[in-house]
């Protein structure tokens, strides 16, 4: 039977396991190449000074001529649609419908962790990040990290909670990218070959291995040194629920069905 020819596409979200994922799907697929795209993260995981879209910019432009000699991404899409091969995978901080490679079929894959622990570990990351600086690096960085390393998990929640315009909901972002959908998790299902959680990481890699044919073994390392899996319980939750609701309920969705049909083979 004819099959479209299909690249698989990652969809890492931070501090969701993200590198776990590029590495089980490695194991499981090892003569595949894999792409690893600069970041076209969604609206909620930018920054909101224009010191941190350059910077951002700068990255991109510098991880593109890397892989591809050029600055632009729309000619690097052109570049990995004609030399890609069947079965490569396409790996990188983007969100649904960012790879533009019309010459392919598209296997979405992605893992999502609870909403709440994801914010936590992200808090715990910027807070490191910030410390580990020398103290005149401070003054240029991005205002998240700014927040985490002065100030507590609470004051973190604060301070997204005050640009939740920009800030809420990274985790559907990345899932459904700019789209307006009624259900995300419907829509997760219909578009994606492969979704589970990082709390359940053996089902997650049980049903990728049958999907795929080949054996995927779990990997997950937390890359955050000495970083505690349960936020503090000194946080406004309230904050957190408007903040990550579509999120929260996303997630329940998600974890609630796994090993049913979305999960299995299609």
Not at 228 to 237: F, I, R, S, V
Not at 258 to 265: D, E, I, Q, V
Request: with cysteine; charged share 25%; hydrophobic share 35%.
């Amino acid at each position: 039977m004819h099959q479209d020819p299909f690249l698989y596409v990652l969809v890492r979200i931070r501090k969701s396991g993200s590198q776990s994922l590029v590495e089980m799907i490695h194991s499981a697929l090892p003569a595949s190449r894999i792409f690893s795209m600069p970041p076209i993260p969604p609206k909620a995981d930018l920054g909101i000074e224009l010191s941190e879209d350059f910077r951002r910019v700068r990255r991109t432009k510098k991880r593109l001529w890397k892989l591809f000699k050029t600055l632009d991404y729309p000619n690097a899409w052109k570049i990995l649609d004609a030399t890609a091969q069947p079965g490569d995978v396409v790996s990188g901080h983007f969100h649904y419908g960012a790879p533009v490679l019309p010459s392919w079929k598209l296997k979405y894959i992605t893992i999502v962790r609870e909403p709440v622990r994801r914010l936590f570990s992200e808090y715990q990351y910027c807070r490191k990040s910030y410390l580990e600086r020398p103290f005149w690096r401070h003054f240029h960085i991005a205002a998240r990290l700014k927040v985490a390393g002065r100030g507590s998990f609470d004051d973190y929640v604060g301070y997204l909670h005050k640009h939740r315009e920009q800030f809420a909901n990274p985790m559907s972002g990345y899932i459904i990218g700019g789209q307006t959908v009624s259900d995300p998790y419907d829509f997760l299902c219909q578009n994606y070959f492969h979704f589970g959680t990082l709390e359940k990481i053996g089902t997650f890699t049980e049903q990728l291995s049958i999907k795929l044919g080949s054996t995927s073994a779990p990997a997950w390392k937390n890359k955050t040194s000495a970083a505690p899996g349960k936020p503090p319980a000194d946080y406004d939750a309230n904050k957190v629920q408007d903040l990550l609701g579509m999120d929260i309920r996303l997630y329940e969705m998600i974890d609630r069905n796994l090993g049913t049909s979305p999960g299995m083979p299609r």
